[in-house]
């Protein structure tokens, strides 16, 4: 989905936004966030590792709650009330990954790279902490974890 909303408002530096069971594109997100007042870009990719806390991780499956894409957006009119952000883009993905794939991919886009980074860190923290998607791990030696909040 990507995101239109009036000039002048945090809404409108929201480009994309998105929770989705397709594969990710880094590309996708990148291009949304992109804007010509802006002097840096700093873009987060989330990936799926072979280990978790010493276990070997088999695959894993994230899932979301309705109200997810509410919730991202919430976080990210957050980020842009109080950074001088000009355009934030992210996506997540629930469903089965394998190890490798992209889970989450963010980006933000601010007149300086100093402030691109700190948005953009911020952007993924508090997606993290706030936004309702919890990941299954499977591990290699059969067991399984439920972790909140990604």
Do not use: N
């Amino acid at each position: 989905m990507t995101e239109a909303s009036a000039p002048g408002t945090t809404r409108d530096v929201i480009r994309l936004i998105g929770v989705r069971e397709t594969p990710l594109s880094v590309d996708e997100v990148l291009a949304a966030a992109g804007d010509p007042a802006a002097g840096g870009t700093a873009v987060f990719v989330g990936t799926v590792r072979d280990h978790d806390h010493a276990r070997a991780v088999h695959r894993l499956s994230y899932s979301a709650h309705p109200t997810v894409e509410r919730e991202l957006r919430a976080v990210m009119e957050k980020v842009a009330a109080d950074l001088p952000v000009r355009a934030l883009a992210a996506l997540h993905r629930v469903g089965d990954l394998e190890i490798g794939d992209i889970a989450v991919v963010v980006a933000a886009s601010c007149p300086h790279r100093a402030e691109a980074f700190d948005a953009c860190r911020r952007l993924i923290d508090d997606l993290k902490a706030q936004v309702p998607i919890w990941k299954h791990q499977t591990f290699a030696d059969g067991g399984d974890e439920w972790v909140g909040a990604c």
